[in-house]
């Protein structure tokens, strides 16, 4: 730690990386990268699932110490530097998947910030510079609650709005765009482009095309924890290479067949779906397989569902739209039994379930994928998938279980390794799987695509689409509107706990209304 | 509007906040001006209580808020005891010098062990703690220079009963004050930051190595003035005793009983822990057995202990009346 500092000179960029390397044990998470923000630039980092991305930013923050090469900030070497340090020299990260002080009020977690850096601060002013940042992240009505309270996107609001309490001159923020609708991610966008403003440079690792696209100068691009392309964001975008191992079909969906019409599947693998696909009772006809009657539901004093009616029969394929907020997620944790409804009636086959237990709901065949994959971290890949199928047979359970590796191949050859040291895409395939593993009638996918690179989306919604063709029963719970249009045979919109709008695909893809629901979806 | 709902929020904390600085010291006026009205029994539980709060005090400090879940309170408590009877013996120290230094003795032992203990997390730093505790046991049973198994003596008569606990009471009056700093000022929100997520914590700048030595040196500094008073109270010690692993699950089941992390907790469970004892004094078999069942009932009906399961209660009461 020299505390000579050198002249700063105009050249000298905010951040500069050389050849970091880390290493975990024998496997390279990062190779060689090197980097340069330069002072007012907006630089982005993207690459599929996997790619060393989040290594990156954390070896850039200080949480992480690499194996080899040297990171200099504001033209000092931090290289061995602890992370408060680098942060007290104005590194501000967040965590892709955010990391509160859960048992402190959102004010505290500024707060935090705040008087690590300013000990002696006047109370008065710390609280005024932390309403300010709260209220310029949509976060002022909030100040009192503990951060416990707040769902998962308000919680990456509130990494973005911690790191912005200690007043950085770099920020590195790592998806902070994941799972919202349109709308919410030009707010984003206008934050972005706010901060500008006060802070010397950004490094944004994002998978929402618009951020990049809208905010960052140039782009990095990794695979495989090497550099694959850099350059500027128009060039990198448009390059052939980039949009074969990152971009898939994102580019130029519009032109690409929607997934569900694909028809080449090989015959094994549709075998193998058809084998974990139950299908229904012939009484299913005279009953729905899944009905729900105006269901209420909440959190304590918070209603978040406000009279809900919903049936899916047997074979269809169901898509849940809605911004953030609107209780989509609280109407699949209703009818996992992970909650009970306040009011209303759900139905299963005719039969009253509302008071069930989620193991008895689980028990006659609906599956949950949940939000946030929920991957159990202590157990392995193939464990992980035996959990859903205890008391089955032995040879049963094997064969599901090479039925599941028919479809996910990636599965099959991590099977023994932790589930959780996966990258996103393949761990999102696990909970798939792992939803399958039961033999289920009904699965309820809650938002799969969040945060993964849009080259695994498609392979995902190709899986879904094939699913789908061996006649299981889906509702799919989804962010990216597009996808979830092309794969469904009908459509409800949520709005403030309600469903707002509902009809087939192919009439909601027209309805203005959709439109209307989702301001701000421009292409 | 939410400017006016901010304020008639903060217009109606001022004076509890207010009845809360006056409430404290009151209490602990009533406490001094009832010593000489006391019997001799109630002295000595009150002695006991009164320890035990400012022992149980400490830990909370240390696990309910700095996240460091301890068992080498009696590594602490048993340095002090030491510590109190080598300054009164070998230099004459009179106890007003004697007792803080103890308690510095302590500290220092904190000091130096920081470093190693600070590498563990977690469970990790729990066992490593009741490593060093053991660790300091077994080192004065074996080692001659302090008196080996059978102990010390301390060389001048200890002060009486009544003066033994206007010390405890004092010592309980400064270990509040520290508490009412620790756990209120903007010192609190680093500590529960570390507490809550080390790393994060370490991202928005808090250096969490320092935050967490702060609490352990003063965490340790009031244990050790406390083994002190012990010995004090004993006039002679021995390693089985003040080394004894007792100390630390005395505080522990205080602590869990009463409520981890919450003000009132090491009152009420010291007050409970002790009461108990008293009312089966007679029949120590059962009073252990007692003890556990009602930890494990504790445990897992009431996570929060008997204050927050009060604290429960009134915000249902609160929620019914509004």
Same mark, same amino acid.
């Not at chain 1, 705040?114 to 609280?127: E, Q």
């Not at chain 1, 709308?183 to 998978?207: M, P, T």
């Not at chain 1, 909650?339 to 009253?352: E, K, L, S, W, Y």
């Given at each position: 730690?020299?505390? *000579?500092?050198?002249? +700063?000179?105009?050249?000298?960029?905010?951040?500069?990386?050389?050849? %970091?390397?880390?290493?975990?044990?024998?496997?390279?998470?990062?190779?060689?990268?090197?980097?340069?923000?330069?002072?007012?630039?907006?630089?982005?980092?993207?690459?599929?699932?996997?790619?060393? $991305?989040?290594?990156?930013?954390?070896?850039?923050?200080?949480?992480?110490?690499?194996?080899?090469?040297?990171?200099?900030?504001?033209?000092? #070497?931090?290289?061995?530097?602890?992370?408060?340090?680098?942060?007290?020299?104005? +590194?501000?990260?967040?965590?892709?998947?955010?990391?509160?002080?859960?048992?402190?009020?959102?004010?505290?977690?500024?707060?935090?910030?705040?008087?690590?850096?300013?000990?002696?601060?006047?109370?008065?002013?710390?609280?005024?510079?932390? #309403?300010?940042?709260?209220?310029?992240?949509?976060?002022?009505?909030?100040?009192?609650?503990?951060?416990?309270?707040?769902?998962?996107?308000?919680?990456?609001?509130?990494?973005?709005?911690?790191?912005?309490?200690?007043?950085? $001159?770099? %920020?590195?923020?790592?998806?902070?765009?994941?799972?919202?609708?349109?709308?919410?991610?030009?707010?984003? +966008?206008?934050? +972005?482009?706010?901060?500008?403003?006060?802070?010397?440079?950004?490094?944004?690792?994002?998978?929402?095309?618009?951020?990049?696209?809208?905010?960052?100068?140039?782009?990095?691009?990794?695979?495989?924890?090497?550099? %694959?392309?850099?350059?500027?964001?128009?060039?990198?975008?448009?390059?052939?290479?980039?949009?074969?191992?990152?971009?898939?079909?994102?580019?130029?969906?519009? $032109?690409?067949?929607?997934?569900?019409?694909?028809?080449?599947?090989?015959?094994?693998?549709?075998?193998?779906?058809?084998?974990?696909?139950?299908?229904?009772?012939?009484?299913?006809?005279?009953?729905?397989?899944?009905?729900?009657?105006?269901?209420?539901?909440?959190?304590?004093?918070?209603?978040?569902?406000?009279?809900?009616?919903?049936?899916?029969?047997?074979?269809?394929?169901?898509?849940?739209?809605?911004?953030?907020?609107?209780?989509?997620?609280?109407?699949?944790?209703?009818?996992?039994?992970?909650?009970?409804?306040?009011?209303?009636? *759900?139905?299963?086959?005719?039969?009253?379930?509302?008071?069930?237990?989620?193991?008895?709901?689980?028990?006659?065949?609906?599956?949950?994928? *949940?939000?946030?994959?929920?991957?159990?971290?202590?157990?392995?890949?193939?464990?992980?998938?035996?959990?859903?199928?205890?008391?089955?047979?032995?040879?049963?359970?094997?064969?599901?279980?090479?039925?599941?590796?028919?479809?996910?191949?990636?599965?099959?050859?991590?099977?023994?390794?932790?589930?959780?040291?996966?990258?996103?895409?393949?761990?999102?395939?696990?909970?798939?799987?792992?939803?399958?593993?039961?033999?289920?009638?009904?699965?309820?996918?809650?938002?799969?695509?969040?945060?993964?690179?849009?080259?695994?989306?498609?392979?995902?919604?190709?899986?879904?689409?094939?699913?789908?063709?061996?006649?299981?029963?889906?509702?799919?719970?989804?962010?990216?509107?597009?996808?979830?249009?092309?794969?469904?045979?009908?459509?409800?919109?949520?709005?403030?706990?309600?469903?707002?709008?509902?009809?087939?695909?192919?009439?909601?893809?027209?309805?203005?209304?959709?439109?209307?629901?989702?301001?701000?979806?421009?292409? | 509007?939410?400017?006016?709902?901010?304020?008639?929020?903060?217009?109606?904390?001022?004076?509890?906040?207010?009845?809360?600085?006056?409430?404290? /010291?009151?209490?602990?006026?009533?406490?001094?001006?009832?010593? /000489?009205?006391?019997?001799?029994?109630?002295?000595?539980?009150?002695?006991?209580?009164?320890?035990?709060?400012?022992?149980?005090?400490?830990?909370?400090?240390?696990?309910?808020?700095?996240?460091?879940?301890?068992?080498?309170?009696?590594?602490?408590?048993?340095?002090?005891?030491?510590?109190?009877?080598?300054?009164?013996?070998?230099?004459?120290? /009179?106890?007003?010098? &004697?007792?803080?230094?103890?308690?510095?003795?302590?500290?220092?032992?904190?000091?130096?062990?920081?470093?190693?203990?600070?590498?563990?997390?977690?469970?990790?730093?729990?066992?490593?703690?009741?490593?060093?505790?053991?660790?300091?046991?077994?080192?004065?049973?074996?080692?001659?220079?302090?008196?080996?198994?059978?102990?010390?003596?301390?060389?001048?008569?200890?002060?009486?009963?009544?003066?033994?606990?206007?010390?405890?009471?004092?010592?309980?009056?400064?270990?509040?004050?520290?508490?009412?700093? &620790?756990?209120?000022?903007?010192?609190?929100?680093?500590?529960?930051?570390?507490?809550?997520?080390?790393?994060?914590?370490?991202?928005?700048?808090?250096?969490?190595?320092?935050?967490?030595?702060?609490?352990?040196?003063?965490?340790?500094?009031?244990?050790?003035?406390?083994?002190?008073?012990?010995?004090?109270?004993?006039?002679?010690?021995?390693?089985?005793?003040?080394?004894?692993?007792?100390?630390?699950?005395?505080?522990?089941?205080?602590?869990?009983?009463?409520?981890?992390?919450?003000?009132?907790?090491?009152?009420?469970?010291?007050?409970?822990?002790?009461?108990?004892?008293?009312?089966?004094?007679?029949?120590?078999?059962?009073?252990?057995?007692?003890?556990?069942?009602?930890?494990?009932?504790?445990?897992?009906?009431?996570?929060?202990?008997?204050?927050?399961?009060?604290?429960?209660?009134?915000?249902?009461?609160?929620?019914?009346?509004?």
């Amino acid at each position: 730690m020299s505390d *000579m500092r050198l002249p +700063i000179v105009e050249a000298t960029p905010l951040l500069r990386a050389n050849g %970091l390397v880390k290493r975990f044990g024998g496997v390279v998470a990062t190779d060689k990268v090197s980097l340069t923000v330069a002072r007012g630039e907006v630089l982005g980092i993207i690459g599929p699932n996997g790619a060393g $991305k989040s290594t990156l930013i954390g070896l850039l923050g200080g949480a992480l110490t690499p194996s080899e090469g040297t990171v200099e900030f504001d033209g000092v #070497d931090v290289s061995g530097w602890q992370a408060a340090e680098r942060a007290r020299r104005g +590194i501000g990260r967040t965590y892709q998947i955010p990391r509160p002080f859960l048992d402190m009020t959102v004010r505290e977690n500024l707060l935090a910030a705040r008087f690590s850096l300013h000990p002696f601060d006047p109370r008065a002013r710390a609280h005024e510079a932390c #309403d300010r940042i709260l209220e310029r992240t949509g976060l002022a009505d909030a100040a009192h609650l503990s951060a416990r309270a707040l769902p998962l996107l308000r919680r990456k609001r509130l990494e973005v709005a911690r790191a912005l309490a200690l007043n950085p $001159k770099l %920020l590195l923020l790592d998806e902070v765009g994941a799972g919202l609708v349109d709308a919410e991610v030009s707010e984003l +966008i206008e934050l +972005i482009q706010s901060l500008r403003r006060d802070v010397e440079g950004i490094v944004i690792i994002e998978h929402v095309l618009r951020v990049v696209r809208e905010c960052c100068e140039r782009l990095v691009v990794l695979n495989f924890g090497r550099t %694959l392309a850099q350059g500027l964001t128009a060039d990198v975008l448009a390059s052939d290479e980039v949009a074969a191992v990152y971009l898939g079909t994102a580019q130029d969906r519009s $032109k690409s067949p929607p997934a569900a019409d694909k028809s080449t599947v090989a015959a094994p693998v549709a075998n193998a779906l058809s084998a974990l696909v139950t299908q229904s009772p012939t009484r299913a006809d005279t009953h729905p397989l899944l009905e729900l009657r105006d269901i209420h539901a909440g959190y304590g004093q918070a209603r978040v569902l406000n009279g809900v009616d919903l049936t899916v029969r047997a074979g269809q394929v169901i898509a849940i739209l809605g911004t953030n907020g609107a209780g989509k997620t609280t109407l699949a944790k209703v009818i996992s039994g992970a909650i009970r409804p306040t009011a209303g009636q *759900m139905r299963v086959d005719g039969a009253d379930v509302t008071r069930s237990p989620a193991h008895e709901i689980a028990r006659l065949g609906l599956s949950q994928c *949940m939000e946030g994959r929920r991957i159990f971290a202590t157990l392995s890949v193939e464990e992980n998938l035996l959990l859903a199928a205890r008391g089955i047979a032995a040879p049963e359970r094997a064969q599901r279980l090479d039925h599941v590796y028919a479809l996910f191949h990636d599965l099959k050859e991590r099977r023994s390794i932790s589930g959780t040291s996966m990258s996103g895409g393949q761990q999102q395939m696990l909970a798939i799987g792992r939803a399958l593993m039961s033999r289920p009638r009904l699965v309820l996918f809650d938002e799969i695509s969040l945060g993964l690179a849009p080259v695994v989306m498609d392979r995902l919604y190709d899986a879904l689409a094939e699913l789908r063709r061996a006649g299981l029963t889906m509702l799919i719970v989804e962010q990216d509107v597009e996808r979830a249009l092309a794969l469904a045979d009908e459509v409800h919109v949520m709005e403030h706990g309600r469903i707002a709008l509902s009809g087939t695909a192919r009439a909601i893809r027209d309805d203005p209304r959709l439109r209307h629901l989702y301001i701000g979806t421009a292409d | 509007m939410s400017v006016t709902l901010k304020q008639t929020a903060l217009q109606s904390a001022a004076p509890q906040w207010q009845a809360r600085w006056l409430a404290l /010291p009151l209490a602990f006026a009533v406490l001094a001006g009832l010593a /000489p009205m006391l019997s001799d029994y109630a002295l000595e539980i009150g002695f006991r209580i009164l320890l035990l709060v400012t022992l149980a005090e400490a830990w909370n400090l240390l696990a309910g808020y700095g996240g460091l879940v301890s068992l080498g309170t009696a590594a602490f408590f048993g340095i002090g005891a030491y510590a109190l009877t080598g300054l009164v013996n070998k230099l004459g120290a /009179p106890l007003a010098v &004697a007792l803080p230094l103890a308690g510095v003795c302590s500290a220092l032992l904190a000091l130096a062990v920081s470093r190693a203990v600070f590498r563990l997390r977690g469970l990790y730093f729990t066992v490593g703690t009741l490593a060093l505790a053991e660790a300091t046991r077994l080192f004065m049973i074996n080692y001659n220079g302090f008196g080996g198994a059978t102990g010390l003596f301390l060389s001048q008569d200890p002060p009486g009963l009544r003066a033994l606990y206007l010390i405890a009471l004092g010592l309980l009056a400064f270990t509040t004050a520290v508490m009412t700093v &620790a756990t209120r000022s903007r010192f609190s929100i680093l500590l529960r930051a570390v507490r809550d997520d080390e790393d994060a914590a370490a991202q928005i700048g808090v250096r969490p190595f320092r935050i967490k030595l702060i609490v352990f040196v003063l965490a340790s500094f009031l244990m050790g003035v406390a083994g002190a008073l012990q010995g004090l109270k004993l006039g002679a010690i021995e390693p089985y005793g003040m080394f004894g692993i007792q100390w630390t699950v005395n505080v522990l089941s205080i602590v869990i009983i009463g409520g981890q992390g919450l003000r009132a907790g090491p009152l009420v469970g010291a007050i409970f822990v002790v009461g108990l004892s008293e009312l089966l004094a007679d029949y120590p078999a059962v009073h252990l057995a007692l003890t556990g069942v009602i930890l494990i009932i504790v445990i897992r009906f009431a996570p929060q202990g008997l204050v927050g399961l009060v604290q429960a209660w009134l915000a249902v009461k609160a929620q019914e009346a509004s």
